[in-house]
């Protein structure tokens, strides 16, 4: 039996050639948590996190494995549980605190998915397999259209036009931050720069609250908008995003933000989203995104993760009824860690994620890589 030796975190960091931002968050690096579980056999998995701050998650991580140390490494769902059970109170015992909860189900989430990496490589299978999958190509979208400083209004379109001329068939354009003239202006350039036949998703990075966003979905109607992802205020809930479901026939998304399968339900069964974005690199773990994608699968709604193609395509090759699509960036200035950490992963090719066969995630760390950009 392979159980858990030794839990390191790796902080990643890359600098961007641009200031950019959404309509909610502004950055100039790129970061990552590697996070690097070993068991007593020798067995090495890696898990991603993708949420900040990342030194808070890694002390997280950190905090957290003592608590997992000699536990079965291909138990991951009584690992997860036992994790899991330290964020509420148990007789005699208090909890993790309340207000580091993000942080804590990243750091859950990290350790989570390298388990799943370690229980490819012991049965010499790839995820996909364990999932009973077949390796096949998974549609992913290209995401771009971040605001840069000093950028005329419409550079958008001519970059995600530049996505296209790469082989992407569906293109997602961030949206939200600017005036509703301006932002409207943006989404006819983009339309016009990748002709009628390209799916164009619109990420709105929850700019809008709902009397807003009724008025912008309706602006952007006539242009074929293909969904409305995170449209509304933090604050706003399954009940608000089912008001606007009726409001508008253009498909809501959401889902990337939440911590478990709990929330992210209510918006499926409540909230009428049709695109569930749970996104194992920010909380939870692929654990709870295969619980999440289960629901979605019962209720109809499609399954399309929130970044990190090579862990999330693996989860949608395994829905082939509502398994949807996996987000990528359409360029390497958008994202230089994905395109240099690692030495193997999937690819992605005219639209496509190609999984390699390699056990577990099918990933190979590129240490140099990650050496200089140590956070």
Not at 263 to 287: C, N
Request: a neutral charge; charged letters at 20%; one cysteine or more.
């Amino acid at each position: 039996m392979s159980r858990i030796a030794a839990v390191n975190t790796y902080p990643i960091s890359a600098p961007l050639k641009h200031r950019q931002h959404t309509a909610q968050e502004s950055r100039d690096h790129v970061t990552l948590l590697l996070v690097e579980v070993i068991t007593d056999d020798g067995i090495k998995g890696y898990g991603q996190v993708s949420s900040t701050p990342m030194k808070e998650i890694a002390a997280w991580v950190t905090r957290l494995a003592p608590h997992v140390t000699g536990m079965n490494a291909l138990a991951h769902g009584d690992v997860w549980e036992k994790l899991f059970g330290l964020t509420s109170p148990r007789p005699n015992q208090g909890a993790l605190p309340r207000g580091a909860r993000p942080q804590i189900m990243a750091a859950i989430g990290g350790i989570d998915m390298a388990l799943w990496d370690i229980a490819g490589k012991a049965a010499n299978m790839p995820v996909y397999q364990l999932l009973g999958a077949t390796n096949k190509p998974v549609f992913t979208y290209g995401t771009g259209g971040y605001y840069v400083e000093g950028a005329k209004l419409t550079a958008c379109a001519d970059e995600l036009a530049g996505f296209v001329d790469r082989g992407y068939k569906a293109v997602k354009l961030k949206t939200g931050a600017g005036t509703m003239a301006d932002e409207v202006k943006r989404v006819a350039a983009t339309r016009a720069a990748i002709g009628p036949d390209i799916s164009l998703m619109l990420d709105l990075n929850a700019a809008y609250d709902l009397p807003a966003c009724i008025e912008f979905a309706q602006a952007v109607a006539p242009y074929n908008i293909f969904w409305l992802e995170e449209p509304l205020h933090w604050y706003l809930q399954p009940v608000d995003f089912a008001l606007l479901a009726k409001a508008t026939p253009i498909p809501l998304a959401h889902g990337e933000r939440e911590l478990t399968r709990f929330t992210t339900r209510d918006f499926m069964t409540i909230g009428g989203v049709r695109y569930i974005m749970f996104d194992a690199t920010r909380a939870a773990g692929f654990t709870e995104s295969l619980r999440v994608a289960h629901m979605a699968d019962h209720a109809g709604v499609m399954i399309t993760p929130h970044h990190a193609p090579e862990v999330h395509a693996h989860l949608v090759a395994a829905f082939p009824r509502t398994g949807f699509a996996v987000e990528s960036h359409g360029s390497p200035d958008r994202d230089p860690v994905w395109h240099g950490l690692f030495s193997e992963r999937a690819r992605v090719k005219d639209s496509y994620v190609v999984m390699n066969d390699k056990p577990g995630f099918g990933i190979e760390i590129d240490w140099d890589f990650a050496r200089k950009h140590t956070a």
